[in-house]
Protein backbone atom coordinates (compact mmCIF):
# COMPACT_ATOMS: atom_id res chain seq x y z
CA UNK A 1 0.00 0.00 0.00
CA UNK A 2 3.27 2.10 0.69
CA UNK A 3 1.39 4.13 3.56
CA UNK A 4 -0.21 2.74 7.39
CA UNK A 5 -3.50 1.30 6.16
CA UNK A 6 -4.50 0.95 9.53
CA UNK A 7 -5.12 5.12 9.09
CA UNK A 8 -6.89 5.15 5.60
CA UNK A 9 -10.31 7.01 5.73
CA UNK A 10 -13.10 5.30 4.53
CA UNK A 11 -16.19 6.76 5.13
CA UNK A 12 -16.39 8.69 7.92
CA UNK A 13 -13.63 6.46 10.07
CA UNK A 14 -10.36 4.54 9.77
CA UNK A 15 -10.25 1.33 8.09
CA UNK A 16 -9.03 0.63 11.96
CA UNK A 17 -12.04 2.39 13.61
CA UNK A 18 -14.40 0.50 11.26
CA UNK A 19 -12.57 -3.42 12.25
CA UNK A 20 -12.65 -1.55 16.03
CA UNK A 21 -16.23 -0.95 16.14
CA UNK A 22 -17.25 -4.13 14.76
CA UNK A 23 -15.58 -6.22 16.83
CA UNK A 24 -16.90 -4.04 20.03
CA UNK A 25 -20.44 -5.28 18.72
CA UNK A 26 -19.42 -8.72 19.01
CA UNK A 27 -16.47 -9.30 22.30
CA UNK A 28 -16.39 -7.84 25.47
CA UNK A 29 -12.71 -6.99 25.14
CA UNK A 30 -11.08 -5.72 22.47
CA UNK A 31 -7.24 -5.11 21.77
CA UNK A 32 -5.45 -3.62 19.35
CA UNK A 33 -2.02 -5.28 18.45
CA UNK A 34 0.69 -2.53 17.28
CA UNK A 35 4.18 -2.18 15.98
CA UNK A 36 4.15 1.69 17.71
CA UNK A 37 1.21 2.53 20.49
CA UNK A 38 -0.94 4.69 18.50
CA UNK A 39 -2.35 8.09 19.54
CA UNK A 40 -6.18 8.06 19.46
CA UNK A 41 -6.79 5.02 19.81
CA UNK A 42 -8.85 4.49 23.25
CA UNK A 43 -8.46 0.56 23.72
CA UNK A 44 -6.18 -1.77 25.11
CA UNK A 45 -2.67 -2.06 22.79
CA UNK A 46 0.04 -4.40 22.79
CA UNK A 47 3.31 -4.17 20.86
CA UNK A 48 4.64 -6.82 18.50
CA UNK A 49 6.62 -9.20 20.65
CA UNK A 50 9.31 -8.96 17.89
CA UNK A 51 9.83 -5.73 15.54
CA UNK A 52 9.58 -6.34 12.41
CA UNK A 53 8.17 -10.47 12.23
CA UNK A 54 4.96 -9.41 10.49
CA UNK A 55 1.55 -10.48 11.85
CA UNK A 56 2.72 -13.06 13.55
CA UNK A 57 4.48 -11.09 16.42
CA UNK A 58 1.30 -9.33 16.41
CA UNK A 59 -0.50 -12.74 17.31
CA UNK A 60 1.75 -13.20 19.88
CA UNK A 61 1.52 -10.06 21.66
CA UNK A 62 -2.14 -10.53 21.76
CA UNK A 63 -2.60 -14.09 22.55
CA UNK A 64 -0.42 -13.51 25.63
CA UNK A 65 -2.67 -10.40 26.73
CA UNK A 66 -6.01 -11.76 26.25
CA UNK A 67 -7.92 -13.43 29.23
CA UNK A 68 -9.97 -15.73 28.17
CA UNK A 69 -8.69 -19.03 26.16
CA UNK A 70 -9.60 -18.16 22.68
CA UNK A 71 -8.69 -14.72 20.76
CA UNK A 72 -10.70 -13.81 17.49
CA UNK A 73 -8.10 -11.79 15.19
CA UNK A 74 -8.60 -10.32 12.17
CA UNK A 75 -6.28 -7.92 9.90
CA UNK A 76 -7.16 -3.86 10.56
CA UNK A 77 -7.53 -3.59 6.30
CA UNK A 78 -10.40 -6.20 5.94
CA UNK A 79 -13.43 -3.22 7.40
CA UNK A 80 -16.27 -5.49 6.12
CA UNK A 81 -15.71 -8.05 8.59
CA UNK A 82 -19.10 -9.49 9.86
CA UNK A 83 -20.19 -10.88 12.85
CA UNK A 84 -22.29 -13.59 11.05
CA UNK A 85 -18.44 -14.92 10.01
CA UNK A 86 -17.46 -15.03 13.86
CA UNK A 87 -20.25 -16.51 15.01
CA UNK A 88 -19.97 -19.50 12.09
CA UNK A 89 -16.08 -20.22 12.99
CA UNK A 90 -17.01 -19.88 16.87
CA UNK A 91 -19.04 -22.56 17.02
CA UNK A 92 -16.08 -24.23 15.40
CA UNK A 93 -13.68 -24.43 17.55
CA UNK A 94 -14.04 -27.54 20.36
CA UNK A 95 -10.98 -29.32 20.71
CA UNK A 96 -8.24 -27.66 18.35
CA UNK A 97 -6.00 -25.13 18.61
CA UNK A 98 -7.02 -22.79 15.63
CA UNK A 99 -10.55 -22.10 13.16
CA UNK A 100 -9.16 -20.86 9.90
CA UNK A 101 -11.65 -19.94 7.05
CA UNK A 102 -11.10 -21.20 3.72
CA UNK A 103 -12.20 -18.73 0.61
CA UNK A 104 -11.14 -19.16 -2.92
CA UNK A 105 -9.21 -22.50 -1.64
CA UNK A 106 -6.67 -20.04 0.12
CA UNK A 107 -6.74 -20.09 4.47
CA UNK A 108 -7.59 -17.08 5.37
CA UNK A 109 -5.64 -16.91 9.20
CA UNK A 110 -5.95 -13.29 9.46
CA UNK A 111 -9.72 -13.49 9.92
CA UNK A 112 -9.23 -16.64 12.30
CA UNK A 113 -10.23 -17.51 16.28
CA UNK A 114 -6.41 -18.70 17.97
CA UNK A 115 -6.37 -20.60 21.02
CA UNK A 116 -3.56 -19.73 23.44
CA UNK A 117 -2.30 -23.15 23.42
CA UNK A 118 -0.72 -22.11 20.20
CA UNK A 119 1.50 -18.80 21.63
CA UNK A 120 4.51 -21.53 22.74
CA UNK A 121 4.35 -22.54 18.94
CA UNK A 122 4.10 -19.19 17.91
CA UNK A 123 7.20 -17.36 19.62
CA UNK A 124 9.02 -21.09 18.95
CA UNK A 125 8.37 -19.72 14.71
CA UNK A 126 10.08 -16.30 15.76
CA UNK A 127 12.66 -17.43 17.22
CA UNK A 128 13.16 -19.44 14.16
CA UNK A 129 13.78 -18.39 10.42
CA UNK A 130 10.12 -19.01 9.45
CA UNK A 131 8.37 -16.22 10.82
CA UNK A 132 4.86 -16.30 8.39
CA UNK A 133 1.71 -17.46 10.04
CA UNK A 134 0.59 -20.44 7.41
CA UNK A 135 4.45 -21.79 8.31
CA UNK A 136 2.71 -21.83 12.76
CA UNK A 137 -0.32 -23.23 11.10
CA UNK A 138 1.08 -26.34 9.49
CA UNK A 139 2.35 -27.14 13.46
CA UNK A 140 -1.25 -26.42 14.74
CA UNK A 141 -4.54 -28.70 15.22
CA UNK A 142 -6.36 -26.39 12.79
CA UNK A 143 -9.70 -26.65 12.02
CA UNK A 144 -10.78 -25.43 8.54
CA UNK A 145 -14.33 -23.77 7.41
CA UNK A 146 -15.12 -24.04 4.02
CA UNK A 147 -16.63 -21.19 2.44
CA UNK A 148 -19.74 -23.61 1.17
CA UNK A 149 -21.04 -23.40 4.51
CA UNK A 150 -20.67 -19.20 4.43
CA UNK A 151 -24.06 -16.70 3.62
CA UNK A 152 -22.80 -13.38 1.52
CA UNK A 153 -22.38 -11.38 4.69
CA UNK A 154 -19.25 -13.65 5.81
CA UNK A 155 -18.10 -13.75 2.72
CA UNK A 156 -17.71 -9.98 2.38
CA UNK A 157 -16.01 -10.30 5.01
CA UNK A 158 -12.62 -11.63 3.38
CA UNK A 159 -12.43 -8.28 1.01
CA UNK A 160 -9.40 -6.47 2.54
CA UNK A 161 -7.69 -3.42 1.13
CA UNK A 162 -4.52 -4.46 0.23
CA UNK A 163 -3.12 -2.08 -2.87
CA UNK A 164 -4.21 1.21 -3.83
CA UNK A 165 -6.54 -0.29 -6.02
CA UNK A 166 -8.32 -1.70 -3.71
CA UNK A 167 -8.62 1.17 -1.60
CA UNK A 168 -9.40 3.16 -4.57
CA UNK A 169 -12.55 1.04 -4.92
CA UNK A 170 -14.00 1.17 -1.80
CA UNK A 171 -13.86 4.81 -1.74
CA UNK A 172 -15.31 4.77 -4.76
CA UNK A 173 -17.71 2.65 -3.88
CA UNK A 174 -18.49 3.24 -0.13
CA UNK A 175 -18.32 0.83 2.46
CA UNK A 176 -21.43 -1.16 2.81
CA UNK A 177 -21.91 -0.95 -1.54
CA UNK A 178 -18.81 -3.03 -2.00
Known sequence: ???????????????????????????PQVIVSVREPRAGVELSQVRDEQAGSGPLAGLAAGLAKVATPWAFVVACDMPYISSQLVELIYKSRKNHQAVVPVVGG??????AFYSVSCLD??????????????????????????????????????????????????????????
Open 1 to 27: MGRDKALLPLDDKTLLEHVICSMQQIF
Open 106 to 111: YPQPLA
Open 121 to 178: VIRQALAGQDKSLRGVLQQLDVCYVDEAGMNDAALRSFVDLDTPEDYAAAVKNGLFEL
